[in-house]
């Protein structure tokens, strides 16, 4: 469901348009020249709720913006820079700046939406009901925005799983100074729906048309959760668990490279053995996928995961969703996986620290 927006004739720069509902503010997408439109070249707009306004949820959330969606951020520490200063997206793309975000400290000022992003950190899984439900309405449904392996099944048990989706954003995106956001390098997501419908997610996929975003389709979810996690877990646990390293470094080090190749092959397995256990015929090809991940991951600029950055800042670590789960289900599929278990280990163990 997309509601209906402004007609694409209406594009004019700075009168408003008579949409039949009320479109996004003028100023609220505006690129660095000033300009800004409430039309939107796909003729419908539809109102976005952010959950989560860090780095990734800002930055694909203005992006939304930009191409003329109404976009809601609920923000905690960034709420007085970004009201007083709007919100800087300093990206390889183009850089973005919104004059004045819709934006809010409490998610029930925002109301039912058509969408809601949720970005959260993995480690707020158990405060997402309640800041995801003032959002939801009969029509709403949920992008899961997150890293980690069950965290849809949650928000099918709050919400029911036909409204639910998971996105794979493969991107190098940090914080800078309040209310500034950095997209350093690539930016696809990757769009999979819970019980993989095909429909549901042709109307997810509509959401980003005409956004600065790459998208891609998972046809299946699980399998598309299992692929992001090879990179995930070697370059996230080995950034941590070698001090606190960018992600070049990893690839300069003999041993560390080796490293990560041998993660994703067991991540892999792991992988294939859930699938077949959830009856899905997807697979990974582990080999395949560990030469993607390091050519990939070799070509961008040096990167802090996110998991890195805090634990160097002793804030806790989504260990659970991207180290914990995973090895449990390769555990109960009696999956091999002797390196993952050593790194889900030293991570727990580092994560108890910033506690």
Known sequence: MVRRGTPASARLTGVPARPRRRCARRDQAATRGGQGSCARAGGLVSRVAVIGAGAVGCYYGARLAEAGHEVHFLMRRD????????LSIVSKDGDLYIAHPHIARDAS??????????ALKATAIEEARALVAPCVGASTRILVLMNGLGLEDRFAVWFGAERIFGGLAFTCINRGEPGVVHHIDYGPVTVGHLKDDPAELDTALALWSGAKVETARAESLLAGRWTKLCWNIPFNGLAVTAGGITTDRILADPSLRAAVSALILEVAAAGNADLDAHGSPARLDGAAV??????????????????????????????????????RRASAHRVATPLLSLVTGQMRSLNARAR
Do not use: H, K, N
Request: proline share 7%.
């Open 79 to 86: 709420y007085e820079a970004v009201q007083a200063r709007g």
């Open 109 to 118: 000022a925002i109301g039912p939406v058509d969408w809601v992003i949720c």
């Open 290 to 327: 560990a030469r993607s991940m390091v050519a990939a991951t070799e070509a961008m600029a040096a990167y802090r995961p996110s998991t890195m950055i805090d634990f160097v800042e002793g804030q806790p670590m989504e260990v659970e969703a991207i180290f914990e789960e995973p090895l």
